[in-house]
């Protein structure tokens, strides 16, 4: 069965470093595997997706993902973080390759301090 | 397109209530779900879907919680009776045609049973 893993329940990062949030999958077939951002009281909005092809995925607000297969990892990065960027990510992955149904995992609350 | 559309954004009710809350997908998108969100279980998969059939209800709490798609632009998720502890964000998503296609949330209804 597929799965999610979120390493860290609560990230805190100053402005201008470095984002990394972590997101470990499993998955019987190959992935889709998608990251989402929610910020306060909205809904999700999707960040990224990978599907098939290349593995460094670009999305937006500078955010990007890579695909890697050994590692089944999907970690989420941006350069230099902004105090926008305050919320929480959302990392899933698709549960079977005929629906769209997603196995989300339990998500990373991401802090930005001045 | 206007997105994903919920109504209403804010319910206050008593315990004992009939609460009914309320989707409208995005036009041509023929999967749609339901999700609850609570600080202590996370975002849950309530019920989803595909072309105005449930496909798959294992979310659904228990026998007070209901949800219909009377057809491809409208569907409901009714709790009877309510109790404090079904107090939440609800959110509803669609999806398109294409298997593995990424969910498109709504605002979501936060619900409170008092």
């Known amino acids: 069965a597929q799965s999610v893993t979120q390493l860290g329940s609560h990230v805190s990062v100053s402005e201008g470093a470095l984002v990394l949030l972590r997101c470990n999958y499993s998955s019987s077939v190959p992935p889709y595997l998608f990251w989402y951002v929610q910020y306060p009281n909205q809904g999700l909005q999707l960040l990224l997706k990978y599907t098939t092809g290349a593995t460094l995925v670009k999305g937006i607000n500078g955010f990007e993902a890579e695909f890697k297969k050994s590692e089944t990892s999907f970690h989420l990065t941006k350069p230099s973080a902004h105090m926008s960027d305050a919320a929480e990510y959302f990392c899933?992955?698709?549960?079977?390759?005929?629906?769209?149904?997603?196995?989300f995992g339990t998500g990373t609350l991401l802090a930005v301090q001045p | 397109d206007a997105g994903v559309i919920q109504s209403p954004r804010h319910e206050v009710t008593e315990m004992g209530q009939e609460v009914t809350l309320r989707c409208k997908p995005i036009s041509g998108h023929n999967s749609l779900f339901w999700y609850r969100q609570t600080m202590m279980r996370g975002l849950e998969l309530l019920i989803y879907?595909?072309?105005?059939?449930?496909?798959?209800d294992s979310g659904m709490p228990e026998d007070r919680f209901s949800a219909k798609m009377p057809n491809a632009s409208f569907s409901t998720l009714k709790i009877q009776p309510s109790e404090p502890r079904d107090s939440a964000v609800y959110f509803c998503?669609?999806?398109?045609?294409?298997?593995?296609?990424?969910?498109?949330f709504g605002p979501g209804t936060r619900l409170t049973v008092l």
């Open positions: 998503a669609s999806s398109a045609t294409v298997a593995r296609d990424e969910q498109f």
């Open positions: 879907f595909n072309n105005n059939v449930p496909i798959d």
């Open positions: 899933a992955v698709s549960a079977d390759g005929a629906t769209n149904k997603l196995i």
